[in-house]
């Protein structure tokens, strides 16, 4: 049971190109904003969409398939963990960032999509 302590799966669509970076280690980082969105009808019976929009960071070979093959709109399912981490801005306030660190990316979508 330790192993899904800390366990989130998601499955959206890719909102911008992917960025990556190449860090002096030889290591590979790649981070994208995934949409996720979940369907309801409201109180008159329209159907309505809310979007959640999740920021995923890739490491080493998965960093790599997001370089060669994840472009803006994709549809992907990723597997991976929640990751928090602090920053301080140029105006001395402390700042905090959740992501979803991807272990696994699978891309979903039909062998047409770019």
């Known amino acids: 049971m330790s192993t899904i ?4 799966q998601l499955i959206g669509n890719v909102g911008q190109e992917p960025t990556i970076t190449n860090l ?7 981070r ?3 949409a996720t969105n979940e369907y309801y009808k409201d109180k008159e019976g ?3 969409t809310d ?3 999740h ?9 790599e398939i997001v370089e060669n093959y994840v472009v803006k709109g994709k549809e992907v399912g990723i597997s991976g963990k929640l990751k928090t ?10 700042r905090y960032v959740t992501e979803v660190v991807a272990d696994e990316i699978l891309l979903l ?4 999509d770019k």
């Open 46 to 48: 329209n159907k309505q």
């Open 55 to 63: 920021t995923v960071v890739a490491w080493g070979k998965t960093a």
């Open 32 to 34: 994208f904003s995934l």
């Open 85 to 94: 981490r602090s920053y301080t801005t140029e105006d001395n306030e402390q």
């Open 24 to 30: 002096e280690s030889g290591k590979k980082v790649a």
């Open 5 to 8: 302590k800390n366990h989130v």
């Open 51 to 53: 979007t959640n929009w």
């Open 109 to 112: 979508g039909s062998k047409g």
